[in-house]
């Protein structure tokens, strides 16, 4: 744990432009790196309103004592007070080029990218604008479900943008066939950050407020965009909050599988005997794998038909393995419909279940099938 908070302190030291000012014009002193990181350390490493309380009590380094305070409510989760209202989302729909970089293949060509815009508690002239770098899915889905976003906009004043990526949802370049080859060619990263970008510098001219600060917002794959925002369009976004964004790992740095490690600390949370119980079964599965009992693994995990290969195999451990992370990234302490049917504290539910049979390979069928 320790050493996932002092990467993710880096890593927010990084992609984070630090000013020297705060909203209300006091200037702040500067604070060396390494101070910084564990400030930033100390920071994510809250988990629980127990312990956010806890470490709100203690105030701030006294260096920022000249900051004027507000009084802050204690955060409990759930409660009114920290919850926005009812996001009201507009749907609209922007003319965004097809191809940004080669005027030849598709000239002067645009498709009709979805975007949601929500202006509630936007102060036109002050606040600033959030923009979601939307991912891999219907930008409805997400902007139901990032209510973070809303109840920053509500203490920020500002204009909340949920723009919905190329080739998802109803943002595709070429109707039914957008995945057809060589149509399919144009859904890439450089060309979804180029549609934010030109998106987000029209939208500040039609509402005519042309030196509004922009922040970007994404999660997992949308975080990776929001990060290459900043870093590739610096003059258009003013900064970046990316939640749960592989960067080091899609770059080929860290350790590649530390996104399955911190799965696996999920279930061991919980219990050691569950995460041993789950690599038991695993290993089982494999021994009959070996064998080629391919009937019996269709029995125990009474799946439609026998895997026949080691190639059906293989898909059956990735659906499996995939079924395990998204309980681990869903652990909600309530149900969610989010890209998944999930009860509340699903890792808990799945444990519960591992635990509760002798036979493992079935108990990860009853597992997985919840």
């Not at 309103?49 to 759930?78: C, H, I, L, M, T």
């Not at 139901?144 to 920020?156: C, D, P, R, T, Y």
């Amino acid at each position: 744990m320790n050493s996932l908070c002092h990467s993710l302190a880096v890593f927010l030291l990084a992609v984070f432009s630090l000013k020297r000012e705060t909203a209300h014009g006091v200037d702040i002193p500067q604070l060396n790196k390494d101070t910084l990181i564990k400030v930033l350390e100390a920071a994510v490493r809250v988990r629980s309103p127990e312990e956010f309380n806890a470490a709100d009590a203690g105030g701030f380094d006294p260096r920022f004592q000249q900051v004027p305070k507000k009084k802050k409510e204690k955060y409990q989760s759930g409660t009114a007070a920290h919850r926005a209202p009812e996001p009201k989302f507009e749907e609209k729909y922007f003319q965004q080029v097809l191809d940004h970089f080669n005027f030849n293949s598709h000239g002067d060509k645009t498709y009709q990218q979805r975007y949601l815009i929500q202006d509630q508690y936007w102060k036109k002239g002050y606040g600033p604008i959030f923009f979601y770098t939307g991912n891999e899915g219907d930008i409805w889905e997400f902007a139901l479900n990032s209510g973070f976003v809303s109840e920053l906009a509500v203490e920020h004043h500002a204009l909340v943008v949920f723009a919905e990526h190329r080739y998802y949802g109803r943002s595709l370049p070429f109707g039914n066939s957008s995945f057809e080859l060589p149509k399919i060619g144009l859904l890439t990263i450089e060309q979804a950050l180029a549609d934010y970008a030109v998106m987000i510098t029209e939208l500040k001219k039609q509402l005519g407020v042309p030196d509004c600060p922009v922040i970007v917002f994404g999660g997992s794959y949308g975080g990776m965009l929001s990060v290459y925002m900043r870093l590739k369009y610096p003059n258009i976004v003013t900064g970046a909050l990316a939640a749960s964004a592989p960067i080091l790992s899609a770059a080929g740095l860290g350790d590649p599988k530390q996104f399955f490690h911190d799965v696996t600390a999920d279930f061991e949370s919980y219990s050691s005997d569950c995460a041993s119980s789950v690599r038991n079964a695993f290993l089982q599965i494999e021994e009959l794998a070996k064998r080629q009992e391919y009937q019996k693994i269709r029995d125990e995990l009474s799946l439609c038909q026998a895997p026949s290969s080691n190639k059906d195999i293989h898909q059956l451990y990735g659906f499996l393995r995939n079924a395990f992370t998204l309980m681990a990234m869903l652990d909600y302490p309530y149900s969610v419909s989010f890209i998944q049917e999930l009860p509340a504290n699903p890792v808990k539910v799945a444990c519960e279940t591992m635990l509760n049979k002798t036979d493992l390979v079935k108990a990860l069928r009853d597992t997985v099938g919840k």
